[in-house]
């Protein structure tokens, strides 16, 4: 399918590409109403609409590549990350069901529809949020239960995924940092301690890459569902342990290093009673780390961003938070983390 020949680029287009394939989405669907973007979905399209069913409406998310064609060369791909969120489900992860797949023969480009999930994925409200606070003390223990069970899905079944250790994770974000043609000397110190330090992955899992606050559902009642597992990958189960503490997801309240809404030690103690592995504390504490000087090197490339392709105000202010990370460097480096 080419650019030339694909539907679905405009509202319209898209919304009657949908009605078309309706009975393909769920068994008595007829048609499709209500189709708007949502503000989510930093590098794919979010749509939310209705399925047209003799029982009544059904809501539904579209999560598509932009234009339906533009695949990302860093993401696992619509198709595979349909297949994660179906193997997460059957071990106990919460998540949105996914009824269908996008095929070529429906012209909408790559994607997938997923079962609605009321509840709230803004980091801020969910830190902050009166509607919230009896969950939030739960937080941090279920994300360590899910992903303890997250890492037990058999990565065999997912054999294009990349395989990637400590090591050579920490030599793609210095080509990345290189890259940008900006010397940091904090970011230098960091990554001279990552090196020192890097710990041996003996255990290589399936990750999901990107578990963080503003990737979960959260509801009065706990954590809802995962999203966006466009960044999984096989390597150090810790690594995902660490990425939720780096203080850019704790959207202020950084005295709860998990999320903004718990501690250590209550996501290490989730971990444990469902995995019956002991957490490796030491290999946590350099993911997080590590996350931050990832999340860096991330902000520090948006400037190229902002002066080229995209010189969007979005990127003008992500290019900004660099320093920030700089000063969470400092203190992790400084405080031996945790």
Request: with cysteine; glycine share 12%.
């Amino acid at each position: 399918m080419t650019a030339d020949t694909a539907t679905g680029n405009t509202p319209n287009d898209l919304e009657r590409g949908l009605d078309v394939i309706a009975g393909r989405i769920m068994a008595g669907g007829v048609g499709v109403t209500g189709l708007r973007r949502l503000s989510g979905g930093a590098t794919q399209e979010v749509w939310r609409f209705e399925l047209t069913t003799a029982e009544g409406p059904v809501p539904l998310i579209l999560r598509r590549a932009p234009g339906g064609l533009r695949v990302s060369d860093t993401a696992v791909g619509l198709e595979i990350e349909a297949r994660l969120i179906a193997a997460a489900g059957a071990v106990g992860a919460p998540v949105p069901v996914v009824p269908y797949v996008l095929a070529e023969r429906d012209g909408l480009g790559h994607g997938f529809i997923m079962g609605f999930v009321e509840g709230e994925t803004l980091g801020g409200r969910i830190v902050k949020s009166p509607d919230l606070a009896a969950a939030r003390p739960g937080l941090a223990r279920a994300c360590g239960e899910i992903l303890a069970r997250v890492h037990t899905i058999d990565p065999h079944a997912f054999p294009t995924l990349k395989r990637q250790t400590p090591q050579e994770l920490v030599e793609q974000w210095r080509g990345a940092y290189r890259a940008s043609a900006w010397p940091r000397p904090v970011f230098e110190l960091a990554f001279r301690w990552l090196d020192q330090t890097c710990p041996t992955a003996t255990r290589m899992r399936l990750v999901h890459g990107d578990f963080r606050n503003g990737n979960l559902m959260i509801g009065p009642d706990g954590v809802r569902a995962v999203l966006d597992w466009e960044l999984a990958h096989v390597g150090d189960p810790m690594e995902d342990l660490g990425w939720i503490c780096v203080n850019s997801w704790r959207f202020g309240a950084s005295d709860k290093p998990v999320g903004g809404f718990g501690q250590r030690e209550d996501l290490w103690a989730g971990y444990e009673a469902i995995s019956g592995e002991a957490v490796d504390r030491a290999s946590a504490n350099w993911w997080e780390v590590f996350g931050t000087l990832r999340w860096g090197v991330m902000c520090a490339g948006m400037t190229a961003a902002f002066r080229g392709a995209d010189p969007s105000v979005e990127r003008a202010v992500i290019a900004r938070r660099t320093s920030e990370t700089e000063v969470d460097l400092m203190r992790l480096l400084a405080g031996s983390v945790g």
